[in-house]
């Protein structure tokens, strides 16, 4: 079994910075793929960022410039560290990782972490 965990959300003022982290375990063979979605009340799930088992980043037009994902490979984790926050950025943050067990890889979910931004 895999399992995703997230922490590091919370209530920061408009300006501020959070930092998330997922942490995978279980019997992991390899991670290929990792990112960090969000969903906002009302709204679709949608990208936040994403980045390739070599470090290649991709990221949503929304947080470019603002946001930062990065990944330890020997530690199977992906964090999002976010700087200058909006009130836009509010949402439940998810992590997914496109994982390699036994099989062909399939993607994980974590269970969400919630950011509010709010002065």
């Known amino acids: 079994q895999v399992q995703l965990v997230e922490s590091g959300g919370g209530l920061v003022q408009p300006g501020g910075s959070l930092r998330l982290s997922c942490a995978a375990s279980?019997?992991?063979?390899?991670?290929?793929?990792m990112g960090w979605y969000r969903q906002a009340p009302g709204k679709r799930r949608e990208l936040v960022a994403r980045?390739?088992?070599?470090?290649?980043?991709d990221y949503a037009d929304s947080v470019k410039g603002r946001f930062t994902i990065s990944r330890d490979n020997a530690k199977n984790t992906v964090d999002l560290q976010m700087d200058n926050l909006e009130p836009e950025d509010t949402a439940v943050y998810y992590c997914n990782d496109w994982i390699v067990t036994r099989g062909p890889q399939e993607l994980y979910w974590g269970q969400g972490t919630q950011v509010t931004v709010s002065s």
């Open positions: 279980g019997s992991i063979f390899s991670i290929n793929a």
């Open positions: 980045i390739t088992r070599r470090g290649s980043t």
